[in-house]
């Protein structure tokens, strides 16, 4: 049973970028045909998709976060990451990870990314 | 973007309650489309993949339905586990995936 789970810093200041890590477990991230993707939600609000990366190395971008948004794969550590840069307190938010295989089945607990001075 | 709207945002149901969610896209997405379920503090949960099939070890009171630019989600007879909040999403493989507002089902 494949596990995600994500790490990094939860307060950002404004300006800066934020970085967060999804480690894998359960399954090797370059096998299969699956998406591997970042997804936030605001406190009180709904989700929303902000990129994935494929097995190849491939990328997709919510058009709205696409200039401030980079997604990258480290196989040899069977990690993901996101880094998202120039953030604004319009930027906090639980961020998950999550494997995308069409619907995405398969999700991380989540991580609180606080963007405050 | 394909857009994705919800239908209530919210519902109040008592247990035993048929309960139907209904989700809308602006322009067709074929059966693309999944049902989630979100606890306060919880990643959500997928319920429904492709409309109408339901994901391995959800109980068989939740149904979905629709295509291209409609969709329900159905619970049958609402336990006291389903009090949460339902989201839509379309993963049309052409655009980038796109989650309804959510609707948030409560105790009457």
């Known amino acids: 049973q494949v596990q995600l789970q994500e790490s990094g810093p939860g307060l950002v200041k404004p300006s800066q970028t934020l970085s967060l890590t999804c480690t894998v477990s359960g399954g090797s991230i370059s096998s299969g045909s699956y998406y591997w993707s970042w997804i936030r939600q605001p406190a009180g609000k709904g989700l929303e998709w902000i990129g994935r990366i494929y097995t190849s190395g491939s990328t997709n971008y919510n058009p709205s976060l696409k200039s401030r948004v980079t997604i990258s794969v480290d196989t040899s550590k069977n990690q993901f990451s996101l880094k998202l840069s120039s953030v604004t307190a319009a930027d906090t938010a639980v961020y998950y990870c999550?494997?995308?295989?069409?619907?995405?089945?398969?999700w991380g607990q989540g991580t609180l990314v606080t963007v405050s001075s | 973007d394909i857009q994705m709207t919800q239908s209530p945002s919210t519902l109040s149901a008592s247990v035993g309650d048929r309960v139907t969610i209904t989700c809308r896209a602006s322009?067709?997405?074929?059966?693309?489309l999944a049902w989630y379920q979100q606890k306060p503090g919880k990643a959500p949960k997928l319920l429904i993949y492709?409309?109408?099939s339901l994901e391995s070890g959800v109980p068989s009171r939740f149904s979905g339905s629709g295509s291209g630019t409609e969709f329900t989600l159905t619970i049958s007879s609402l336990q006291p586990d389903d009090f949460a909040t339902y989201y839509c999403q379309q993963y049309n493989s052409y655009s980038p995936v796109t989650f309804g507002p959510g609707t948030k089902v409560d105790i009457k």
């Open positions: 999550a494997r995308e295989e069409g619907a995405t089945p398969y």
């Open positions: 492709k409309a109408s």
């Open positions: 322009q067709s997405i074929s059966s693309w």
